[in-house]
């Protein structure tokens, strides 16, 4: 086998190619953004934070090192570039996946109890606390079982009676 | 009368139970497709044999046939592929493969290996077209009529079992609609 | 023979839980002191039995033994010894036997520390525990027996998941279950309590550290799992409301509501049936958490492998045990006695109002989380609920509730006017509104929602310390003696009040990190740079590591601001060869201001690799804050109420002071 090393010009070649990768090292740079325009980047993260990946399936498309979502990612890219809104990209989505993909739930008429629901349910809880403490106050005493903190101070004012008038609270 | 309040919590939680019950029979991971009876996405592919001749969509016009996403990456693809041969053989449509995200090369060598029942495989090496379809794991196939309408999808390894009892009797139905 | 012998162990033990389940309930009913002397007995043999069977499995481990079709599903020769141990709950079967071990060793605390009860009540209680213990027994040996053994023995295991080899990972899931299993002894309490119809005050004080240490295990262990995710998971996330991470944190909000409930009930006598109702929730809670995890009707990155089968006797264990506490409940509950009367606005009306907030905002949860299922199984699509969802709903409950922390404590008892609590609060209002625009001044870029957060933390704080004067403030003028009155303050109330300084630290973490965090993912070759707050990050290339199971790559990033070097980062990807996995190990400098966190990305050649980059301030101020909580909960728990020989010194002395 021909000593391909032995042969000068290979040497040199070599040798320039060291050099340039050795020159590339020295000279450290500002790390480059990985994408090329940061504020599509920032806007494409944004977008597919509430996009679930359809593989792993708890993650989000942005998080997601599966290639549908790297795919998915670059789509977004694509359809950004060409200047589509937040909206028209999630519907390009849900187009081809369905809701299943979004992890912020639609309003249809099949979400309205799960939007509506806590406040609904707060508004509920509210207003039976309040009903049932209204009625409680309407009742008359005796439905109640005796205070003990009532029948305490009694006990003490009957030992002040009985006993010198000095007391100091416990 | 004031009892009756109190059994809210057990009647609240029986319909909990009842709804966690029927949950057990369900797949919480398999994503329905929004493209049933919606329009295929329009598509215009090299051949995975012949890089030179391209196949659309609307070639297919007229035509009730299926459309398989397979890879030659795919190990499950193994486990449905002899029905599909066999299936092939029935000559019932037209089977097209849509081979996604591949190389030539593999791909070539793997139906050469295990048969090949499609009419033409498509190359989809970029996966373009298979997003259009939301193909998300593979296989995947899919059934579309004479108007470019797709009428089912089905997602991963075809079975005996779905071949017979589903996608027989749609392909039937379809092709009589035509009549 | 080892399995063989836990095996057995467990064989037994489910023996002894029906004895205990059935005789000393009967022997309560029919007041046969012979029945009910069995209880606490079985109690300790149940105890030892599981902890046997424990101790079998870890043996199996540890000795390599893949007969064993647990181990070697979840084991492997290179995995180190550690976590050879801690394999042990690393997969469904093992859990269980976890799970078993933390009920019975409650069940054994509550047979041990109960010598202040009456016998028919400590009889019902270690009853309904050993039920409980019957229930996953039966489960375990069923459907999941660890010690079902493997031929041919393999020769080597498939390895322990490596997102599972890590020191969080040994420490947070026995928190978590002592956490949800501690919540059957409040339960245990609760049904015992509605069938022998002692609910009262005393029941409430018997009940209330019982619960609090249960809430003291389940903050521990959800802020072990949200600081995991964090350092583990390489993105730097907390939070992801995944459906388990859920299925935990409703019963941590439905046992705080307990712990408030309980206050009530023991102080002033009253909503009794609430306060058992909640006690029943926050273990059926428990057990539906468990029944999602493993079932497979919820997709979620922290499932077990899922089985239908378990999922369905787990179905019928919940429907069993939580249907017919409920229903003992719907027939016992409307005789309880109403307890004391107290005003429309007073401190019992705003503890329960702090219950209402807990429990809609726990409904919302778990509307979030079951939805999904529900749209499903009715045939109506299937939809995904996710952060988005949850960040939205949940805040605006969370709001009030803060709000009614600071007003709460200054509350008088059966009654408080609105006037007189303004009158007290208007200096810690103040203070908060300062507070809160100062700091987001000072720190910039906050937004509208960040300044509501700060409100919401320095809220607490000032009402809190207003609470603090007012306990402390000298009674006639005199200015002497603040020592002694802070001694005299209830251990109780300095729990709460260390508590709710924990919640002010957690929010204000949370507030900080999420309007504050910086992101950056940079394609970085040797000797590039780039900056985040004055701070350079310097990429110093990788080298290649291996450890003990796996082949790594390992940067290095050295941090600089200015001509100082204030860390050095070494974040890593490391590859599973057994289970084919990669993993990325996030490189973290905390700080009490705020964390540095580096990971890395994808190599794209030349020695150039993609680093995501992040500055996180007060991030640890979140799990520091729910350090804080628990510490408060452990300071309420030793009030001298509950000590018991601290409450038989007093009675002797008072019995003395008596006859005297």
Redesign the interface.
């Known amino acids: 086998m021909p000593d391909i090393l032995g042969q000068p010009t290979v040497r040199r070649l070599l040798a320039a190619a060291t050099l340039a990768l050795l020159a590339?090292?020295?000279?450290?740079?500002?790390?480059?953004?990985?994408?090329a325009d940061p504020a599509l980047?920032a806007r494409m993260t944004r977008i597919t934070s509430?996009l679930?990946c359809?593989?792993c399936?708890?993650?989000?498309i942005a998080?997601s090192n599966a290639?549908?979502a790297a795919?998915?990612r670059r789509?977004t890219r694509e359809l950004l570039k060409q200047g589509k809104t937040d909206r028209e990209i999630v519907d390009y989505m849900?187009?081809?996946?369905?809701?299943?993909?979004?992890?912020?739930?639609?309003l249809r008429a099949?979400?309205m109890?799960?939007?509506f629901?806590?406040a609904i349910?707060?508004l509920g809880?509210?207003a039976?606390?309040?009903v049932v403490?209204?009625r409680?106050?309407k009742?008359s005493?005796d439905?109640?079982?005796?205070?003990?903190?009532d029948r305490a101070e009694a006990a003490l004012h009957a030992q002040a009676a009985g006993a010198a008038p000095e007391g100091s609270k416990a | 009368m004031k009892r009756l309040w109190f059994l809210i919590p057990l009647a609240a939680f029986f319909a909990l139970a009842t709804m966690l019950a029927l949950g057990l029979k369900l797949d919480p991971?398999e994503?329905?497709?929004?493209?049933i009876d919606k329009p295929a996405p329009k598509f215009s592919l090299a051949r995975l044999d012949d890089a030179s001749k391209t196949v659309r969509l609307d070639d297919m016009h007229g035509k009730v046939w299926m459309l398989n996403v397979w890879a030659s990456w795919c190990v499950a693809c193994r486990e449905e592929h002899p029905m599909l041969v066999e299936f092939s053989k029935k000559k019932l449509v037209p089977i097209y493969g849509l081979d996604y995200?591949d190389q030539r090369a593999d791909a070539n060598a793997w139906l050469a290996n295990f048969g090949n029942p499609y009419d033409a495989s498509l190359f989809d090496d970029?996966?373009?077209v298979g997003?259009?379809?939301?193909v998300?794991?593979v296989p995947e196939t899919f059934v579309i009529d004479q108007n470019g309408v797709i009428r089912m999808k089905h997602i991963g390894p075809l079975t005996a079992e779905v071949l017979a009892t589903k996608i027989e009797p749609l392909l039937e139905r379809l092709k009589k609609a035509d009549a | 023979m080892i399995p063989e012998l836990g095996h057995l162990a467990l064989w037994i033990a489910l023996g002894i839980s029906a004895v205990l389940g059935t005789l000393p309930m009967l022997g309560a009913a029919r007041n046969r002191r012979d029945w009910m002397a069995l209880a606490r007995p079985s109690a300790r043999w149940i105890f030892a039995l599981v902890a046997l069977a424990f101790v079998c499995l870890a043996i199996s481990f540890i000795d390599n033994d893949f007969s064993v079709l647990y181990v070697a599903s979840n084991s492997n020769r290179s995995l180190p010894l550690h976590y050879r141990f801690t394999a042990v709950w690393g997969g469904h079967e093992g859990s269980i036997l976890l799970w078993l071990l933390m009920l019975t060793f409650w069940t054994f605390a509550v047979a041990t520390f109960s010598r202040h009860l009456p016998e028919k009540v400590v009889a019902r209680i270690l009853s309904v525990m050993g039920w409980l213990a019957f229930g996953f027994l039966l489960f375990l040996l069923m459907t999941s027996n660890p010690f079902d053994r493997l031929l041919p023995v393999p020769a080597d295991g498939r390895d322990l998941n490596p997102l599972l080899q890590d020191p969080g990972m040994v420490i947070h899931p026995p928190m978590l279950y002592m956490g949800y299993v501690g919540l059957s002894v409040a339960f245990s309490f609760a049904v015992a309590a509605l069938i022998g119809g002692n609910l009262d005050?005393t029941w409430a004080r018997w009940t209330r550290p019982w619960t609090v240490a249960a809430w003291i295990f389940l903050t521990i262990g959800i802020a072990l799992g949200s600081g995991w995710a964090y350092y583990e998971l390489g993105?730097g996330?907390w939070w992801?409301w995944?459906p388990v991470e859920n299925a935990s944190f409703m019963p941590w909000l439905v046992a705080t509501a307990l712990i408030h409930s309980l206050a009530v009930t023991e102080k002033?006598?009253s909503f009794k049936s609430w306060t058992v109702l909640l006690a029943i929730m926050g273990f059926s809670l428990s057990l539906l958490g468990t029944f999602l995890v493993r079932s497979g009707v919820l997709?979620?990155?922290h499932a077990f492998a899922t089985d239908p089968r378990r999922g369905l006797f787990i179905l019928a264990f919940l429907v069993i045990v939580i249907g017919s506490s409920l229903a003992l409940f719907a027939w016992r509950a409307p005789t309880v006695?109403?307890?004391?009367?107290f005003?429309?606005l007073s401190r019992e009306?705003l503890l329960?109002?702090n219950n209402?907030?807990l429990?809609?905002a726990c409904?919302?949860v778990l509307?979030?989380t079951l939805?999904p299922l529900a749209?499903d199984a009715l045939g109506?699509?299937?939809?995904?609920?996710?952060?988005?969802?949850f960040d939205t709903?949940f805040v605006p409950?969370l709001t009030p509730l803060i709000f009614l922390m600071g007003v709460g404590p200054l509350a008088r008892?059966?009654e408080t006017t609105l006037p007189d609590l303004a009158t007290r609060l208007k200096w810690a209002a103040g203070a908060a509104i300062v507070a809160a625009f100062l700091t987001a001044w000072l720190h910039g870029g906050v937004g509208i929602v960040g300044v509501v957060g700060l409100l919401m933390a320095f809220w607490i704080i000032a009402s809190l310390l207003t609470d603090l004067v007012e306990r402390l403030r000298p009674v006639g003028g005199m200015r002497s003696n603040v020592l002694h009155r802070a001694r005299l303050i209830p251990r109780a109330t300095v729990g709460m009040m260390v508590a709710h300084l924990g919640v002010a630290i957690f929010i204000f973490g949370v507030t900080l990190v999420k309007t504050g965090e910086v992101e950056?993912?940079?394609?970085?070759?040797?000797?590039?740079?780039?900056?985040i707050d004055g701070k350079t990050f310097?990429?110093r290339g990788v080298r290649d590591v291996t450890g003990p199971n796996y082949r790594g790559a390992q940067g290095l990033i050295v941090v600089t601001q200015g001509d100082k070097t204030i860390a050095t980062l070494h974040p890593e990807k490391r590859f599973f060869p057994v289970t084919q996995a990669t993993m990325t190990e996030a490189s973290i400098d905390s700080g009490l201001t705020r964390d540095l966190y580096v990971s890395l990305?994808e190599p794209v050649g030349g020695?150039a690799w993609?680093?995501r980059v992040y500055l996180k301030p007060f991030v640890d101020w979140i799990w520091g804050g729910c350090l804080v909580m628990a510490l408060g909960g452990l300071i309420a728990a030793t009030d001298r109420r509950y000590r018991i020989r601290a409450r038989q010194t007093a009675d002797a002395a008072a019995a003395a002071g008596a006859t005297a």
């Open positions: 590339s090292t020295c000279v450290a740079k500002e790390a480059v953004p990985e994408a980047e509430e679930r359809l593989v399936q708890n993650q989000t998080d290639d549908l795919d998915l789509q849900t187009a081809r996946y369905g809701d299943f993909v979004l992890y912020r739930p639609p099949t979400t109890l799960l939007w629901g806590p349910m707060l809880g509210a039976v606390l309040v403490l209204r409680r106050g009742l005493a439905a109640f079982e005796p205070d003990e903190d | 991971r994503v329905p497709s929004p493209l995200k970029e996966g373009r997003i259009d379809f939301g998300y794991g | 005050a993105w996330g992801f995944d002033r006598n997709s979620s990155v006695g109403l307890g004391a009367r005003a429309l009306s329960l109002g209402v907030l429990v809609v409904g919302a509307l979030g939805y749209l109506l699509g299937k939809i995904s609920v996710g952060p988005p969802y709903v409950l008892w059966k950056r993912d940079v394609k970085m070759g040797v000797g590039d740079t780039t900056e310097t990429f990305g020695g993609i680093v």
